[in-house]
Each structure stands twice: as C-alpha cells, then as structure tokens.
C-alpha cells in the first residue's frame, strides 16, 4: 500500500512546490515592479543621470535594499519616535554614503581656552524649557548643502559664528575652507582658526563646553548655536525624514553639525535637541533633525554633548 501512494504524494509534494515557487517569482515580480515606479520619479525629483545601464541597474539594486529597509522599519520598528524615507541618498550604499558625506575628524590640537571656565555655569536657572534660534530674526541662515565634499566641519563653524554675530549675513563655508591653514578640508578637516580678508566676520579660537554634560550644553544653546560633532554612522540617520531622532547610534564622531535650539515635541513628548545640517534643504525636516535629549549615557545620544563648542569672533 504504501508503495502504490508514494508516487501520488511526491505529484502532490512538487505540485506545492510549483505552486509555491511561481507564487513567490510572481510576487518578486510585482515588487520589482512597483520598486521601478518609485524609482523612476525619484530619479526624476533628484535629477539623477546615471552614466550607462550598469550603473543604473546596480543603483536600483542599492534602491531597493534602502526601500526594503525603510519598509520594515516604518512598519515594523518599536518604541522609534521618528520616520524614513526615500530621501535624495536612497540610491547609495551606506560605506559610499559614510565616506563621501561624514568623515569629520577629531582635533588634536589643545583649545588655547581650555582652562577658561565655562562662561554660562552661573545660568543653570535662567535656562528656558526650550528655544528655536530659527525664529529669532538674523541668527539662523538658510540650509546649505556640502554636496561630496566633506567639509561639514566648515558648516558647524559657520553654522554657529552667524548665530553669534546675529545680522542675517549668509557666511561662506568655502571661504572657510580655502582660508583656513592646516585642515583637511574635503576630507573632514577642522577649523582651529582663521581670518579673510574683507570678511563679514573672523574666526580667532573657539570655547569649548563642557564634555559629557547635556545641561552645560543646554546652557551654551540657550545663549548662542553651537557648532557639535555627532556620531552620523548609521543607515537610518542616513535615511531620516521626520520625528525625534532615537536611533541606535554610537559615539564615534563622525559628523558635524550646527545646533540651534532644543524642546520638547508635541507628538509624544520626546525631548530633543534641534539639529541644522549641511545635506541640503530635502533631507529631514527641511534640512534640519530633531534628535532625542536627556538620554541615559552622558555623553548624549550619538555623542552628541562629547565636543561641542563655540568659536569666538573678533
């Protein structure tokens, strides 16, 4: 008996199979498909001109894990307070991405005003609940875009110092770099000083704040920006749209930024530190990243309160 069914139950067992194997080319299919109408406009929103078929086939393949990855984390992911996107680096890997738009380099110069105490330490109970420098008229440019050069140290900078002088005056990054001796410009280099001629402001030092102390950081913001390093290594900060920043991060400064205020969101009540970046004004919420404050390691979620400082302007 049972070697008269057996040929009946291996029919049965491949015909499972097949039917199983054409369901899931089938649905590979439509996902390719429906991955190429996402990508064909995005191509078009970004202005994207690949060089030949290769290269936009090996795009698209990049496309499609980023789109996949974004998929099962806005669906998916737990106790997150923020949202991806298909956003202007969707058709790059995340090792192209971290060299050509990160890369900020430590300094291994001593800060002449090391020793100096910190100059807002007597503020701790005048500290607002928040502040949004953006709305304080002449302190807050508009976003600006570093592209593939990876001078984010020179945006910080210029970030902060027209927070500091406060008249509206859009500074020039580029002149920071072309004028600036011993730094690696592109390559993630580091302003320590540094003067132009006929410039609507000059940068002689910088203060630092405190390290590993989110209130004395508090304290620096409430009074001016302040130019920060971030640990910006992660794929989902590369592909972050909207909503306070929780992700998992690290501490490896890898990026630097402009802070320019901090509160607490109305969504959920996460408190945050209010980021103005340097990839553009469509990436984030308009160029800028809400990212989690007051969280249990010191030295602030992706290291954001280890090397903040403030530069000083004759």
């Excluded at 027209?162 to 280099?189: F, R, Y």
């Amino acid at each position: 008996m049972a070697l008269s069914l057996q040929p009946k139950v291996c029919i049965a067992v491949l015909m499972i199979l097949g039917i199983w194997a054409s369901q899931t080319m089938s649905r590979l299919f439509i996902d390719e498909n429906a991955i190429t109408q996402k990508h064909e406009p995005w191509m078009a929103q970004h202005r994207r001109n690949y060089q030949d078929n290769a290269e936009k086939k090996r795009r698209f393949q990049i496309f499609m894990t980023n789109w996949e990855y974004i998929k099962n984390f806005n669906t998916n992911a737990t106790n997150k307070t923020y949202q991806l996107s298909l956003n202007k680096f969707a058709d790059l890997a995340d090792e192209e991405f971290f060299a050509t738009y990160t890369g900020y380099r430590v300094p291994s110069l001593p800060n002449a005003n090391k020793t100096t105490p910190f100059r807002y330490a007597e503020q701790a109970d005048d500290v607002p609940e928040s502040i949004d420098w953006r709305k304080i008229k002449g302190a807050v440019t508009s976003v600006k875009d570093q592209k593939q050069c990876g001078c984010c140290w020179a945006f910080s900078a210029v970030g902060a110092v027209e927070g500091k002088i406060c008249n509206g005056v859009s500074l020039s990054a580029q002149e920071l770099v072309d004028s600036v001796s011993d730094n690696d410009g592109c390559d993630g280099g580091i302003c320590q000083s540094g003067t132009l001629n006929n410039s609507a402001a000059q940068i002689s030092g910088y203060e630092d704040v405190p390290s590993n102390d989110e209130e004395a950081l508090k304290m620096a913001v409430a009074n001016q920006p302040v130019s920060v390093a971030i640990d910006a290594h992660e794929t989902s900060f590369k592909l972050y749209n909207s909503g306070v920043f929780n992700g998992d991060c690290g501490t490896q400064l890898t990026h630097a930024v402009t802070l320019v205020g901090y509160g607490t969101s109305t969504e959920d009540g996460s408190m945050y530190w209010l980021i103005k970046n340097s990839w553009g004004d469509n990436w984030g919420e308009n160029g800028y990243m809400r990212l989690q404050r007051d969280v249990y390691a010191k030295e602030g979620l992706c290291g954001i309160a280890r090397r903040a400082s403030d530069p000083t302007v004759d």
